[in-house]
């Protein structure tokens, strides 16, 4: 965290990745996301965006929800979510997605 800091202290945008484990967001992207706490919100972001992966298709809500009011609470615009079930991984269709949801930050 130490290092993440100064980083989202300075970011305009900010673009979370993370893999659902148990229909919400993997705990390796919750912790740092909790521990923004003390600093209340990254000062400068503006605009946000969630890519998210799975095995099955169906188990995004939770992690919709929580991404929703994560911007919400930093006063960040939610640009917008990217999923990919397994068979969505890595393909043309999905890196597209990507490509145009981060043209918009
Ligand atoms: C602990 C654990 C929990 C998971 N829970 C879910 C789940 O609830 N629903 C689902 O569709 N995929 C689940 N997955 C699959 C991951 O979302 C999938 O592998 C992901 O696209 C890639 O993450 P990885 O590179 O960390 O494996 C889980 C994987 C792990 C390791």
């Known amino acids: 965290m130490q290092e993440l800091y ?3 202290a300075e970011a305009e945008a900010l673009v979370l990745a993370a893999p659902i484990y148990y229909f ?3 705990a390796q992207i919750q912790a740092p996301i909790q521990r923004m706490y003390c600093v209340n919100a990254p000062a400068k972001v503006k605009k946000m ?3 998210c992966s799975s095995y099955s298709p169906g188990v995004y809500d939770g ?3 929580e ?3 994560i911007c919400n609470y930093w006063h960040a615009e ?3 979510v ?3 079930k397994i068979d969505e ?3 043309e269709a999905t890196k597209q997605k990507i490509v145009e949801l981060v043209a918009k930050l």
């Open 6 to 8: 100064p980083l989202m």
């Open 24 to 26: 919400t967001l993997c």
């Open 49 to 51: 965006a969630l890519l």
């Open 63 to 65: 992690a919709k929800a």
């Open 67 to 69: 991404f929703r009011d």
């Open 78 to 80: 939610n640009m917008g």
């Open 82 to 84: 990217v999923t990919a």
């Open 89 to 91: 991984q890595k393909t």
